[in-house]
């Protein structure tokens, strides 16, 4: 069965015709949804060097949405977020921005918003986002010292080098 399945797969993937979007396609953001700007965002910009660079706010549809990156080393950002040079500045990176989704009231909702579903249980959607460091033990011990809290620590478990806060 399988090996019928992977023939006709094949067989349709070969009568297809392959098409580039235009441009220079390349990645943009990875978007998380959040419950509260006020306790995450610090954790991105105060442990990861993260800037926000760009908010966008959608009050008629009680969401906001805010656009961070790692700047080049020795780059300042000087633009104000929510402003149209932010917008142009943001659209333009040539690296990634992380957009983190905000639903107005979420951080006060504790009756029913049960929260968002993390991607740390077995057979979960969601992976991780990742950043990468020239010492993964240094910089775990930072984290830990400031209170970061994690699912696995670099020498725990089958990947070694890896943590997972």
Known sequence: FIFTLAHRIANIMSTMTTVKVPGRPTWQQTMLRIRDPAKTIPFYTDHFGMTVIDTLDFPQYKFKLFFLTTLPEGESYTLTPGTQ??????????????????????????????????GNQEKDGFGHIAFNTDDVYAACDKLEKAGVTFKKKPDEGRMKGLAFA
């Open 85 to 118: 040079a932010a917008h142009d500045y943001m659209w333009s990176i040539e690296g990634t921005a992380l957009e983190l989704t905000y639903n107005y009231g979420t951080e006060e909702d504790s009756e029913t918003f049960e929260g968002y579903h993390p």
